[in-house]
Structures are given as structure tokens and as C-alpha cells.
T-cell receptor, first 115, second 113 residues
């Protein structure tokens, strides 16, 4: 089945630094990927739609200069959290539309902790 | 802009059927209903989706009312491993084409012995 891999699964960074999270579709090509954020005991919140070869589409209230998205190939999208602060600590999850009938496949998520 | 309403929690005895309801009264004619579940600290897992016909796969059944304003996910024989948060999602079209999934608050299903 379709697999989406995220890396790293956990990352701790210092306040003020930047962190890059990778999302790869392992056995299919994905022209569109999605980035979500999830705070403890809350639902997933869609942050942006990543489009291969073009600019990402951000949801209302999400700062595009803080959450940089690059989708340079059909199998890789990256999310960079710039100048991270403790309030950016969260669970970040990506997904991609699977070519099979199994809907949208999600990665296993990245736990970001900013100290 | 989630378009679904679900009960926050439900309990189910192991081996019994778990019936999870979802209201999506503002759904449009070409919008699909998707169900996912999330076990703590993992990515959501796809369960099933449908448009207007009832659907069944190896994991569950999806019953959609004729007016499409609500649906029910049925896990026929719940096990302890089915304990998770279940999300009912309406896939919406976006400006310029394409679709997106916007998650609601979900139902925490607890399967007990």
C-alpha cells in the first residue's frame, strides 16, 4: 500500500533556531501534500497544502514566512519551522493523496519540542 | 471550517459492534465522507470513505443516510486495539481545484473487556 514517511520522528531544538521536517511518498508520486499541526488533546489542524513545483497554499492564520514549505520533487515535501519558539512545540503530520483507493495517506508525525 | 459533528466519546465492549455516528448536514452533493482513526501519538489511519452508497471493506462499514446529512461507521467486532480517536471528515473542494481534508474534533472510542 501507499506509504508516507516522515523524518525525523522527534526533534528537540533551541529557541530561535530553525528545524526542517521531511515528508516522502515512498512508493508513489504526490503532486500535492498536506501539512497538519496537532497540539495535545486537540484535533489536527491543516496548516498548508504543498504543491509540487509551485507555491504552497496556506490556511488562514498560518504564517507563511515562519512555516516554509518546499515541494521540489514529486516524492518530497519539506516544512521548515523558522525561528522556532516554545509555542511552536507540537506534533506535525504530513499527508498525501494516494493513487490507490485508500484515500489520503498520513505520515507517522514529527514531535517538535522547542526549549 | 470543519463540517462534521461527532460525540466526544463512546464506550464499547470487546467483541461487540461499535457504531460511531457523524452529522454532516451542510455537505454538498459532490463531497465525500472520509473516516480516519488516530491512536495516540501516531499519524491518522485511513478506514473508509464514501459518497452516497454504503461501503464496506475489511476494516469497517460506512452507512450514509439517503439525504447524506449523516453517516455511521460500524466496526463489526471491536477489539481493544480499536481504541482510538475516530474522525469523520468531509472532503471539500478548494479554490483552483483540488481537495482537502479538514478534521473535526472526533470521537474517542474506548473498547473495554
Amino acid at each position: 500500500g501507499a506509504v508516507v514517511s516522515q523524518h525525523p520522528s522527534r526533534v528537540i531544538c533551541k529557541s530561535g533556531t530553525s528545524v526542517k521536517i521531511e515528508c516522502r511518498s515512498l512508493d508513489f508520486q504526490a503532486t500535492t501534500m498536506f501539512w497538519y499541526r496537532q497540539f495535545p488533546k486537540q484535533s489536527l489542524m491543516l496548516m498548508a497544502t504543498s504543491n509540487e513545483g509551485s507555491k504552497a497554499t496556506y490556511e488562514q492564520g498560518v504564517e507563511k514566512d515562519k512555516f516554509l514549505i518546499n515541494h521540489a520533487s514529486l516524492t518530497l515535501s519539506t516544512l521548515t519551522v523558522t525561528s522556532a519558539h516554545p509555542e511552536d512545540s507540537s506534533f506535525y503530520i504530513c499527508s498525501a493523496k494516494s493513487p490507490s483507493d485508500s484515500g489520503y495517506t498520513f505520515g507517522s508525525g514529527t514531535r517538535l519540542t522547542v526549549v | 471550517d470543519a463540517k462534521t459533528t461527532q460525540p466526544p466519546s463512546m464506550d464499547c465492549a470487546e467483541g461487540r459492534a461499535a457504531n460511531l455516528p457523524c452529522n454532516h448536514s451542510t455537505i454538498s452533493g459532490n463531497e465525500y465522507v472520509y473516516w480516519y482513526r488516530q491512536i495516540h501519538s501516531q499519524g491518522p489511519q485511513y478506514i473508509i470513505h464514501g459518497l452516497k452508497n454504503n461501503e464496506t471493506n475489511e476494516m469497517a462499514s460506512l452507512i450514509i443516510t439517503e439525504d447524506r446529512k449523516s453517516s455511521t461507521l460500524i466496526l463489526p467486532h471491536a477489539t481493544l486495539r480499536d481504541t482510538a480517536v475516530y474522525y469523520c471528515i468531509v472532503r471539500v473542494r478548494v479554490t483552483g481545484g483540488g481537495n482537502k481534508l479538514t478534521f473535526g474534533t472526533g470521537t474517542q472510542l474506548k473498547v473495554e473487556l
